[in-house]
T-cell receptor, first 113, second 113 residues
Framework: DQQVKQNSPSLSVQEGRISILNCDYTNSMFDYFLWYKKYPAEGPTFLISISSIKDKNEDGRFTVFLNKSAKHLSLHIVPSQPGDSAVYFC????????????FGSGTQLTVLP | DVKVTQSSRYLVKRTGEKVFLECVQDMDHENMFWYRQDPGLGLRLIYFSYDVKMKEKGDIPEGYSVSREKKERFSLILESASTNQTSMYLCASSIRQMAYGYTFGSGTRLTVV
């Protein structure tokens, strides 16, 4: 049973436009959420995170939104750049078990020039 | 620059061989993890360790074992490699509180023939 779901395996966006990547979770005990970016032949790198006490966190072009009642989070990239083309994974953890991250299956973002 | 180093980028092994995947981190992190990444399945946790000589099973431990004799080194062992263990293997480490997420290695692409 997947506790973290990314239902879109792929997304294509024009350069300069907004990219919106979505993630749903089922475990109501999750209270810390992260996004990772992965290029081919490299390990994932941390992008941005959000605690459940917030509903928004912003870092430059990247903003993560959390809707706890819907158990949904999204990553917005504005404006999108070709270098943003990568696989994006969302991940979640419980503070009481802060050693493990549960990952989604990933979304391949392609930003078209 | 902090690092998680995986000893091999690519490995080809025969069915039935015993395989060792090595991971070393230089950040004095308490927690270390082994994941495998497969298309459509995302990152799945195999084993993790939160201290020297400590280990805990993740979601898919069958066919694997681990060793953590020193804080900086976490080894994944495939006791008898099988073709369904062909995958990308990713090692990660984190501080105990995991406030900043994981730092990943670059991955080992293992092919079992």
């Amino acid at each position: 049973d997947q506790q973290v779901k990314q239902n879109s395996p792929s997304l294509s966006v024009q350069e300069g436009r907004i990219s919106i990547l979505n993630c749903d979770y089922t475990n109501s005990m999750f209270d810390y959420f992260l996004w990772y970016k992965k290029y081919p032949a490299e390990g994932p790198t941390f992008l941005i995170s959000i605690s459940s006490i917030k509903d928004k966190n912003e870092d430059g072009r990247f903003t993560v939104f959390l809707n706890k009642s819907a158990k949904h989070l999204s990553l917005h990239i504005v404006p999108s750049q070709p270098g943003d083309s990568a696989v994006y994974f969302c991940a979640a953890s419980e503070s009481g078990s802060a050693r493990q991250l549960t990952f989604g299956s990933g979304t391949q973002l392609t930003v078209l020039p | 620059d902090v690092k998680v180093t995986q000893s091999s980028r690519y490995l080809v092994k025969r069915t039935g061989e015993k395989v060792f995947l090595e991971c070393v981190q230089d950040m004095d992190h308490e927690n270390m993890f082994w994941y495998r990444q497969d298309p459509g399945l995302g990152l799945r946790l195999i084993y993790f360790s939160y201290d020297v000589k400590m280990k805990e099973k993740g979601d898919i431990p069958e066919g694997y074992s681990v060793s953590r004799e020193k804080k900086e080194r976490f080894s994944l062992i495939l006791e008898s490699a099988s073709t369904n263990q062909t995958s990308m293997y990713l090692c990660a480490s984190s501080i105990r509180q995991m406030a900043y997420g994981y730092t990943f290695g670059s991955g080992t692409r293992l092919t079992v023939v």
